[in-house]
């Protein structure tokens, strides 16, 4: 039962609350789906024969990536040029460093020590998603056939210093971990690449350029504009890479202009390539992404998040890709 009290406490806590209300709702209704679907199993064959089919799905998994982990040559291999420019509280740069070890039985052993301190700045990893990264990093340089679930999970040891950047303590600001966690994937494709070369693509864009504009319409009615811009991967081992794609350790697309403009007061005067704008190599890099805002509102504040400089050539025949640029305009 809907617990209106507790609706009514979100809803005078945020700026624009039919949107949260909306996406909480949305949320809600797909877990109730989901319950319905193992209701159903369970129903139709119990709960003992799910639980046996579920256990050997881990284990299933499990076998197939340390099938394939064996077959990589063995050692330790590193990767400790990728770095983050600083935090916007220093220009102390911000180094991500990895050595990952192949072992014989199947399984990796992943270390990042060397890697930055926690910082003041919000760019700080949970441990949590310095281990989702790590995991993402080997699930996309194995077969396509290994399921994702935890028994991958299990071939694969990972070691992050504790009050460091990527296992920070109290208190430690991590709303923009994101960022970070581009820079781990990065890193981690880095330390691959020197294991399973015909598998991994050149380094990405680096990262969303991120356009918050928020402000009140003629009504006085608040409006929040918080876009996301994709740019592109870096050449692929046997292709170019591609444009306007968000970086594989998120799950984002770029906004249809139509749908910006018809729900904010902005209208879009320019969304396109940037021509040339990666260099030339046998599988050049993706092109950058160009988008041109024009506020419509009387009064607006923006904000920028573009990211960070990221130092990551992982093949001089492969291209890394170019970020977004963005350009505003106001009607006076």
Partial sequence: ???????????????????????LSAQFAAAQVGRRGLEKLLQRYGADEVD?????LLDYAERLTRQEIKTWPKGTYRFTTDYIDNDGFSDKPIPINV??????????????TGSSPQVKGALNSTLSFTHSLTYLSVRCVLAKDVPN?????????VKAPEASVLNPVMPAPCAARALTGYRVFDTMLGALAQIVPDKVPAAGEGGNSVICISGLRPNRQPFIIVDMICGAWGGRPDK???????NASQNLSNMPVEVMEAEHPVRIEDYSFVPDSCGAGQYRGGVGIRRSYRIL??????????RPRCVSALWPERRRARRAVAEFHRDR
């Fill in 240 to 246: 170019d890479g591609l444009e306007a794609v968000t």
């Fill in 99 to 112: 050595a990952i070890t192949v072992n014989g039985d199947g399984t990796l052993l992943v270390d990042y």
């Fill in 297 to 306: 509102a009387p009064e607006a504040l923006l904000q920028t998040a573009h």
């Fill in 149 to 157: 679930n935890v028994g991958l999970f299990r071939c694969i040891t």
């Fill in 52 to 56: 046996a089919y579920m256990q050997e």
């Fill in 1 to 23: 039962m809907l617990n209106t009290t507790l609706e009514a406490l979100i809803k005078i806590n945020v700026r624009v609350p039919d949107r949260v209300w909306g996406d």
